[in-house]
């Protein structure tokens, strides 16, 4: 069943050892098939509510007390921005990566940080390039070092400037190599002083030419606490040298 299980802030009153549902016409065959092996397994009763479409999403948005509603996806899109906003990040994390994919970007617009944080990356993942582009700066923020990495190349490329302004050092170390080099030279020319420095070697290495030509000056490097001159006896010690300093550097970019 194409579904998604919604809770009631506020529970009816009802006898201890039963959950009030309340379903959709559209899977009244299914539910009833599952209700009884429920009500078996959980030891609980089960009291039904059905009804129409537009039955359910307005007793929902009125406030109707319920434990649990079913509703399908094409429900869940129907819901005003006022429910949306009201899914827990348990709820949030129940929803199929498609039910999410079919939120408008007005309703995922209304999303809190809490709910933009609960997303798994299939959700993120499934999500259209309008709809990353109509995310808030602020949820932007919100989105976790994580989800960042998990961004599709496509949708890093749909960030607004404005976006990417705001990522964290934490955010920009979490792009993948690939995903910088795509990014447009007015993508990369809005990048903050903080966030180049913050950028590895490796990225830094992945952007084009071009790119780094928009980027502008990179911070200017501390003077050294101490120098020292080091000289390969060979080109097998050369070789080894030269890896060792790399992977300094991206420990220590200072």
């Not at 397994?41 to 479409?53: E, I, Y």
């Not at 079913?70 to 949030?92: K, R, W």
């Not at 709809?131 to 960042?148: D, E, P, Y």
């Amino acid at each position: 069943i194409a579904a998604v299980f919604l809770s009631s802030g506020s529970a009816p009153a009802q006898e201890p050892g039963t959950i009030r549902v309340i379903c959709s016409n559209v899977i009244k065959g299914a539910v009833d098939k599952l209700v009884p092996q429920f009500e078996r397994t959980s030891g609980k009763r089960v009291v039904l509510k059905m009804g129409a479409s537009a039955e359910l999403k307005t007793a929902i948005e009125k406030g109707e007390s319920f434990d649990l509603a079913l509703l399908t996806t094409t429900q869940l899109v129907s819901l005003s921005t006022t429910s949306i906003a009201a899914l827990t990040a348990t709820q949030i994390k129940g929803l199929a990566d498609t039910q999410v994919a079919g939120l408008t970007a007005t309703q995922l617009s209304n999303f809190t940080s809490t709910q933009i944080a609960a997303l798994e990356t299939t959700d993120l993942q499934a999500l259209t390039t309008t709809t990353i582009a109509a995310l808030s700066t602020t949820q932007v923020k919100g989105l976790t070092a994580t989800q960042i990495g998990d961004l599709t190349a496509t949708q890093v490329q749909s960030l607004a400037d404005t976006q990417i302004a705001v990522l964290t050092n934490t955010q920009i170390k979490a792009l993948e190599a690939t995903d910088l080099a795509n990014l447009t030279t007015t993508q990369l020319g809005g990048l903050t002083g903080e966030q180049i420095g913050a950028l590895s070697t490796a990225q830094v290495q992945a952007i084009s030419a071009s790119g780094i030509a928009q980027i502008g000056d990179f911070p200017a490097a501390e003077p050294p606490v101490f120098a020292l001159a080091l000289s390969a006896r060979n080109r097998n010690d050369e070789v080894k040298l030269s890896g060792a300093l790399h992977r300094i550097v991206e420990e220590d970019p200072s």
